[in-house]
């Protein structure tokens, strides 16, 4: 790369940082978008209509501009004072990848979630403030006040930010964009252009966010969120987006209770009977384990556990249903599942991207990132949780724990996300007339549904993704994107 390149690149740039301080460790992100006014002196009022800022990575080739830390920013909660060993790290990586003279006017900011949220109210306090004192102690980033630049944001402003960054890259804002610009009279109304759903699952909750229909928003006006995106020529645009999170439907926490749920009905059925070994644990046949893997689990449930693998993906579905409490009270229809309110989706125009587990549990291992078949998904997930545990570790040699832990939680992930996708947010299964599932039948009757709409540029319902064009998908570019367009004057 010559050094014109990178002046070229380089020149009129300006950088932000993110740190996402999650629960098991700290991710710092950098990016970078051109100057604001270079925008509006390169180019007239007309070429930057309907335009939004750029946000790219924060070097050139892309190679360094993230990078983590572990374990996660909460367990200093009893001692701040020590944060500094967790920061060090990510903010000598941000000094390093962003430009010296540029490190005065590059804004920095954590976000913590999950983890944070759990520690004591003085706790969080306390962490928080030592955490902006060391940062504005060691960097000379940007930081206008600590209550903006370092805080907890609740699980609902990460889906707002998760549905920016999906469709920032997806292209989901391009059309109503430009019917907003072109509008003749600022008064009138706009045709509504469908955005991209956005489904994010992590170990403790789930969230979902997306735009509903019209007559829906009308509806539900009180329980929608306004995004406002500002565009290079000074106009905003507004969205009406519906975001909520399911706390305990993440599916390390989705895990527990089911363990939980398969030891009270064991214990209720056994009319008082003595259900412990001579090692005081429950032996329990599990489904949702590969066939032969033996686990021993200590801490889900009240009693320790020996659990031996059944591998039946069938059963594991059956047992995981309950797990969403669809019966639940719903005070304020509709509701998805656990009482949760939530507007009606129409699935011929609302199409979903998912990301964190959704994607992991679906590429990892079977193989199935992208577009959602859901009949290849429960074959893979079918065959995986029937292979022996020993025919499995045959065929993946030298595991790290981080692996191994995952191939064996492999089934049950696949049967909640199955259970959530078409149970859960009731995204709708293709099934053959006779109401039997087969296979051969259900694909051919799929292959077909799909060249039937290939030609009205069709949309799947969802799909899971971790990466577009080599960025990511992560809420803190939605972040990002949200505090640069701000920036732009009205």
């Known amino acids: 790369m010559s050094s014109s390149q990178v002046s070229v690149w380089e020149e009129n740039r300006k950088y932000g940082v993110i740190i996402d301080a999650g629960s098991s460790g700290s991710r710092v992100y950098i990016y970078s978008w051109k100057d604001h006014e270079f925008a509006k002196n390169s180019f007239t009022i007309e070429e930057l209509k309907g335009k939004i800022p750029i946000v790219e990575r924060g070097d050139k080739d892309g190679l360094k501009w993230t990078s983590r830390e572990e374990p996660g920013i909460s367990t200093f909660g009893s001692k701040p004072n020590e944060v500094g060993e967790h920061l060090d790290m990510l903010l000598d ?4 990848v962003v430009p010296e003279d540029s490190h005065a006017s590059t804004p920095i900011f954590l976000m913590a979630t999950a ?8 706790q969080q306090t306390e962490l928080l403030s030592a955490t902006c004192n060391y940062m504005r102690e060691k960097t000379s980033f940007f930081i206008s006040d600590c209550d903006s630049h370092v ?6 402003l990460e889906g ?33 252009h469908h955005t991209f759903g956005f489904l994010d699952m992590g170990g403790a909750s789930a969230q979902i966010a997306f735009e509903p229909e019209h007559h829906q928003r009308q509806e539900h ?3 929608l969120t306004r995004i406002t995106l500002h565009t290079l020529d000074g106009r905003t645009v507004d969205y009406d987006v519906f975001v909520t999170t399911f706390l305990g439907y993440g599916s390390n926490e989705a895990r527990r209770r089911y363990l939980e749920d398969r030891v009270k009905k064991l214990f209720a059925a056994s009319n008082g009977k003595n259900l412990l070994d001579e090692h005081r644990m429950l032996q329990l046949d599990d489904p ?17 556990l020996a659990l031996h693998g059944t591998g039946d993906f069938d059963k594991c579905i059956e047992y995981t249903v309950p797990l969403l409490n669809k019966d639940a009270d719903c005070p304020t229809k509709p509701c998805l599942f656990n009482g949760v309110h939530t507007p009606d989706i129409d699935w011929s125009v609302n199409k979903f991207v998912g990301i964190s587990e959704y994607w992991y549990s679906s590429h990892d291992i079977l193989g199935l990132g992208g577009v959602y078949d859901f009949i290849e998904y429960e074959k893979k997930a079918t065959d995986y949780c029937g292979k022996d545990w020993s025919h499995v570790l045959e065929d993946n040699k030298e595991l790290g724990a981080a692996e191994l832990h995952r191939y064996q939680m492999q089934c049950f992930k696949s049967a909640w996300i199955v259970n959530v996708l078409h149970e859960g947010i009731e995204i709708p299964r ?11 039948e259900d694909r051919e009757l799929l292959e077909q549904t799909i060249e039937s709409v290939d030609a009205k540029n069709w949309n799947p319902p969802f799909q899971s993704i971790d990466t577009i064009n080599d960025i990511q998908v992560s809420w803190t570019l939605g972040a990002m994107l949200l505090h640069v367009a701000s920036k732009i004057p009205l």
């Open 93 to 96: 990586f941000s000094k390093e």
């Open 115 to 122: 983890g944070m949220r759990l520690l004591p109210e003085d």
């Open 151 to 156: 805080r907890i944001i609740p699980g609902e």
């Open 160 to 192: 707002v930010y998760g549905w920016v960054a999906v469709n920032y890259l997806m292209g989901g804002f391009d059309n109503s964009i430009k019917a907003y610009t072109e509008k003749k009279n600022p008064d009138d109304q706009v045709e509504q």
């Open 221 to 223: 006006m009180h329980d």
């Open 288 to 304: 949702c384990l590969p066939l032969n893997l033996n686990l021993t689990d200590a801490s889900s449930t009240s009693v320790a």
């Open 430 to 440: 293709i099934k053959n007339p006779s109401g039997h599932q087969n296979l051969t």
